[in-house]
């Protein structure tokens, strides 16, 4: 005997599974699409290696870290000879930025308490690691390290406190009065502290008042400077101006002795053949004088002079 279902309740149940159906399938690929990308499924990875003593604190998926950014993860851990080969997952973009002498370093992320990573400390080299290579390790201190790290170097101090406090008890002096000693220094420290303050201020009044000095000092320079900058370039254009006259007059003067020099230079044969013609007319003149038939027109003619007793005769007569 079968139950009949109402017509039309259920038509559309199968449809709506399918779909519900597909959307869960989808949501799910989404979610593992999501982790693959967060783990870096979808990056190509370069794998490089380490070999550790003792891989403590050290665990799959653990970030690798570059300048304390990620730039990948240890991939997987196996025995060997030497210890734990620990293989790490590398990016290839990041591997190109490491160079090949660096190592790894267990360390945490705030310090002590912090989560632990893989630190890659990069080294000076000029060429980048290669894939697949292997670097150097240094683990992490633990407590117990950290303590006697602490303890070598707290033991000197406590050294030299110890001897002082030896020398001090073999001194003979009572550590009371040398406290008092050193609470009397400590409180005269106040009246120390104001000296020093009133110093300072004193120190900085006469600061201020040599700065006033010697902004005023700059301003007189500088009015000086305004005064003389203002009165240079009239005298420059003065001086210039008589210099440029200086220079017209010795050009022109220059060119007058030029030309009475040129105007001498072209006398001078004038006066050389005026001075020939003077000594050849003075030449024809005298031998014209010895020439006979004019020798006597050429006489010279002596003047009458009367003798100085005959004016003193003619005086005389007048006066009778």
């Known amino acids: 005997m079968s139950i009949a279902l109402p017509p039309g309740r259920f038509s559309g149940l199968l449809l709506k599974v399918n779909a519900f159906l597909l959307i869960a399938l989808i949501l799910v690929a989404g979610f593992i699409g999501l982790v693959a990308y967060k783990q870096g499924w979808f990056v190509h990875q370069s794998p490089i290696h380490f070999v550790t003593l003792n891989a403590l604190g050290i665990n799959k998926g653990m970030p690798v870290k570059l300048h304390g950014f990620t730039v990948g993860s240890v991939s997987d851990l196996q025995l060997a000879p030497g210890g734990v080969d620990v293989r790490l997952s590398i990016g290839s973009e990041y591997l190109m930025r490491i160079p090949q002498d660096s190592h790894a370093k267990h360390a945490r992320e705030a310090g002590v308490i912090g989560a632990s990573v893989i630190d890659i400390i990069p080294g000076k080299a000029e060429r980048a690691l290669a894939e697949g290579a292997q670097i150097s ?5 633990g407590i117990s390290e950290i303590i006697d790290d602490f303890r070598r170097q707290a033991i000197p101090a406590f050294t030299e406190v110890k001897q002082a406090m030896s020398q001090v008890g073999r001194s003979g002096e009572d550590i009371t009065e ?4 050193l609470r009397h220094e400590v409180d005269r420290l106040p009246a120390t502290h104001r000296a020093v303050r009133k110093l300072v201020e004193e120190a900085s009044q006469a600061t201020s008042d040599l700065g006033k ?3 005023a000092t ?3 320079v ?3 400077a305004g005064t003389v900058e203002h009165a240079v370039p009239v005298l420059s254009e003065k001086l210039a101006s008589g210099i440029q006259s200086i220079d017209a007059a010795a050009t022109q003067l220059k060119k ?5 020099q040129l105007t001498l230079r072209n006398a001078r044969p004038l006066l050389d053949h005026g001075e ?3 000594r050849e007319a003075g030449d024809v003149l005298t031998a014209a004088k010895r020439i006979w038939p004019l020798s006597d027109s050429f006489k010279e003619s002596s003047d009458g002079m009367l003798p100085i007793d005959s004016f003193e005769a003619q005086g005389k007569g007048r006066a009778r």
């Not at 390790?137 to 201190?141: S, Y």
């Not at 040398?178 to 000693?181: D, E, F, P």
């Not at 007058?256 to 009475?260: F, I, L, R, S, V």
Request: charged fraction near 25%; hydrophobic fraction near 50%; proline fraction near 4%.
């Open 256 to 260: 007058t002795g030029e030309e009475a």
């Open 222 to 224: 500088e009015r000086v």
């Open 213 to 215: 000095q010697a902004a």
């Open 218 to 220: 700059l301003q007189a």
């Open 178 to 181: 040398i406290l008092a000693n």
């Open 137 to 141: 390790f240094e683990p992490a201190r």
């Open 276 to 278: 020939t013609a003077a």
